[in-house]
């Protein structure tokens, strides 16, 4: 396991180093003092400091994932409202690859973020390292952060880490994924919701055979996917859930397990028969989406978000359309119960040579409130909406991105979007928040990615029997020391 960590976080050195430079950001906090209001004008950053000269303005450097604009023009927009809204001078790095391939190397070089945007997994990966400051106390001292009504108490517990302190503060409201259907379709076909694998299988075949979007031609899928992506929908017809699962003391991978080996098959059968999207296993997400929104796919594994931006793209291309995307429960397991995946949640963190903590956490309390949930959600005001006598209106730039600037969901019950809930979310939602639950994965989960990728996707495929490619991921596992 320390190897793993140590190829995919810093060096042993780099992360001494760190922690040797985190009394220079404590002494930049402690002599920060009472930082402005988080919704704060530029004017009040500028005030005068004792003795009449200008205060230097605040600016932070960050580093985020999807938080910001859509296009880099509209990004340095995004930069200049924060600006706005708070007086704080940003620099928002967005990368255009993997966040970990970009971010793991930077801070291992000793490059100084105030602000990082990542998920539980990388945040884990930090904390290994010693790059995290803790923020319980921060948390506790904000009267803004530590709101029940802005975070609720109990979905603290999912950024509590080995030691039981905090180290991250929500971005946004993180949901879960399902499977995802053209559910003008089904009703085209007159076809049941599939509570069952035999009943996805029927319906997937139907939409292979069955020319659902009535061009004449059995030219469309039943079904694709990014890999292995999200297949968590059809695996819990097996009661199989993702990443690890400790069991009598032990480490396991149920996706490595014999009780796979039928929804291996299943999906073999979904291959060879023509109905599975002959491409799912080098598709990106990107891919996947464009085949759901062009008509040439009935069903996608996806976010519950996503339900909503699907019909709001269509809707937007075409107001009359009759396509319709719905979230579906996973397949029913032996017992009748189902799993479904929560997202891991994604947070704020202060690493600890940041050179201003105290500036960084009144960011934070912006996004958290109103105002900085209408910049996560609708955008910028002038670019993606207007406000005139107390009524907000989305320009056409606005309604193609689909009131997600990073944060299209949140917590905070404080405020609530004008426009409500795209078409389809609140009720793919209802069924996250009923039946989700995260998956436990670790900072070596990229090298067991690796191995369950290269024999799962044999075994979907068929070329291998479902049966070899469990036993030589076990193998393979067990000598990399992921699994006990």
């Known amino acids: 396991m320390g190897n793993n960590k140590t190829k995919l976080g810093l060096t042993a050195v780099m992360a001494a180093t760190l922690l040797a430079t985190a009394a220079c950001g404590s002494q930049t906090e402690q002599n920060s003092g009472a930082s402005p209001d988080p919704s704060a004008s530029s004017s009040a950053a500028a005030s005068a400091a004792p003795g009449g000269s200008p205060q230097a303005q605040k600016h932070l450097r960050m580093m985020v994932g999807v938080i910001g604009g859509k296009t880099p023009e509209e ?25 970990n391939d970009k971010l793991l190397p930077a801070i291992s070089a000793g490059e100084k973020y105030d602000l990082i945007q990542v998920d539980k997994p990388l945040m884990e990966i930090l904390y290994d ?109 097996a009661g199989v859930k993702a990443g690890y699962v400790t069991k009598d003391g032990k ?45 040439r796919v009935g069903m996608v594994t996806y976010w519950d978000a996503w339900v909503g931006m699907f019909n709001n793209t269509r809707l937007q291309k075409d107001p009359a359309t009759a396509f319709k995307a719905k979230g579906l429960l996973p397949a029913q397991g032996p017992d009748g119960k189902v799993i479904m995946r929560r997202g891991d949640p994604n947070v704020w963190i ?71 809930l795209l ?31 290269n024999y799962a996707l044999q075994a979907m495929q068929g070329k291998i029997p479902a049966a070899d490619a469990v036993k030589k991921m076990n193998d393979e596992l067990k000598a990399a020391k992921q699994i006990d």
């Open 251 to 295: 480490r396991t991978i149920p996706y490595a397990s014999e009780a796979a080996i039928p929804v291996y098959e299943w999906f073999a059968k979904l291959y060879k028969e023509g109905i599975l999207d002959p491409n799912f296993a080098t598709n990106d997400a990107g891919k996947m989406r464009d085949l759901f929104l062009t008509d």
């Open 129 to 237: 390292q010693g790059v995290l400051m803790p923020l319980d106390d921060k948390i506790k001292a904000s009267t803004v952060i530590s709101d029940s009504a802005v975070f609720p108490a109990k979905e603290w517990d999912q950024v509590r880490l080995k030691d039981g302190k905090v180290y991250g503060i929500f971005t946004k409201f993180q949901g879960g994924t399902m499977p995802v259907v053209r559910q003008d379709w089904m009703d085209k076909l007159q076809l049941q919701e599939p509570k069952t694998l035999d009943d996805y299988y029927n319906v997937l075949k139907a939409f292979k055979e069955k020319d659902p979007d009535g061009n004449g031609k059995a030219d469309t899928y039943g079904l694709s996917t990014a890999g292995l992506y999200e297949i968590q929908g059809f695996m819990s017809g």
């Open 75 to 99: 990004h340095a927009l995004f930069e200049k409202e924060v600006e706005r809204l708070t007086g704080i001078k940003v620099t928002m790095e967005k990368p255009s690859g993997s966040m």
């Open 350 to 420: 202060i690493p600890v040579n940041s050179p201003d903590p105290a500036t960084a956490m009144k960011f934070i309390e912006f996004w958290s409130t109103e105002k900085g949930n209408i910049l996560g959600t609708l955008g910028i005001e002038g670019t993606d909406y207007t406000v005139k006598d107390g009524k907000y209106e989305l320009t056409q730039t606005g309604k193609d991105h689909s009131q997600d600037h990073g944060s299209p969901f949140i917590y905070n019950t404080k405020w609530q979007n004008p426009f409500g």
């Open 423 to 453: 078409p389809g979310v609140k009720d793919a939602q209802e069924l996250v928040l009923k039946h989700a639950t995260l998956e436990t994965t670790g900072s070596s989960w990229k090298e067991v990615e690796k191995i369950l990728n």
